[in-house]
């Protein structure tokens, strides 16, 4: 879908649509998980996008510092959102340094932090390639008593508490040819297989997605 877009010249306008979506739900995500325990500590965002959640975040905690990892193509949005005279997170700039906005493909290799967190990335993509993308960032995270790994994605679910999380599960296989959207046993299986522990899950308010709070473990042999 990227790709498609990209060459008929609308991805401004997704990208513009997606980040007011994001920008809606960024402050439940951030009142509805014990983000502060991060504090005096480093958060990459992967797949950062508009740069909405690390710039609430860091705003929200005085003591967090940051970290965004995206595509080269979204780069230039990122720098003129933090790093612009007048650019709109200009205030927390200093805590997320030019050089913590970073290129990368997260199916190829993860900048080493002590803690990430991931937006509606993994949805995009099948079993396989999230289970890439998992144990990528299990080989680089630096342990530390807060190491950890937090997916905000939905959670497939039974009856009406379920419903949007099955609206987007249909959007999901419109739009992307890999993705899917997953039941919580299926979030812990892939947790399982790739060097993580799922510790908690939990429902955002005012937002679609939960908090996946992935610890790591003792790496298995296949990490």
């Given amino acids: 879908m990227f790709s498609y877009l990209e060459r008929n010249g609308t991805m401004v306008q997704l990208r513009e649509c997606m980040g007011a979506a994001a920008i809606a739900q960024t402050p439940g995500m951030i009142t509805g998980y014990p983000w502060a325990e991060l504090s005096n500590h480093t958060l990459f965002d992967l797949g950062g996008g508009d740069g909405s959640l690390i710039a609430g975040l860091l705003r929200a905690i005085p003591t ?5 990892m995206d595509t080269p193509r979204v780069l230039p949005f990122l720098q003129e959102a933090f790093h612009h005279p007048s650019s709109k997170y200009a205030d927390v700039a200093l805590r ?3 050089e913590r ?3 990368g493909d997260f199916l190829q290799e993860v900048i080493p932090s002590e803690a990430y967190v991931m937006r509606w990335c993994l949805h ?4 396989e390639q999230a289970c890439q993308i998992l144990r990528n960032i299990r080989r680089s995270i630096i342990n530390s008593p807060v190491s950890r790994l937090i997916v905000l994605e939905s959670v497939l679910a039974d009856g009406r ?4 999380s099955r609206l987007g599960d249909i959007n999901v296989m419109v739009t992307a040819e890999h993705g899917q959207e997953r039941t919580e046993t299926q979030w812990r299986q892939l947790a399982a297989c790739t060097g993580w522990k799922v510790v908690s899950i939990t429902q955002l308010p005012g937002a ?3 908090a996946i709070d992935m610890r790591p473990v003792e790496r298995p042999e296949n990490v």
């Fill in 96 to 98: 997320i340094p030019p």
């Fill in 208 to 210: 679609w997605p939960s």
């Fill in 64 to 68: 967090l510092q940051g970290g965004i």
């Fill in 124 to 127: 995009d993509w099948n079993d």
């Fill in 101 to 103: 906005v970073i290129a």
């Fill in 161 to 164: 508490w379920g419903r949007m």
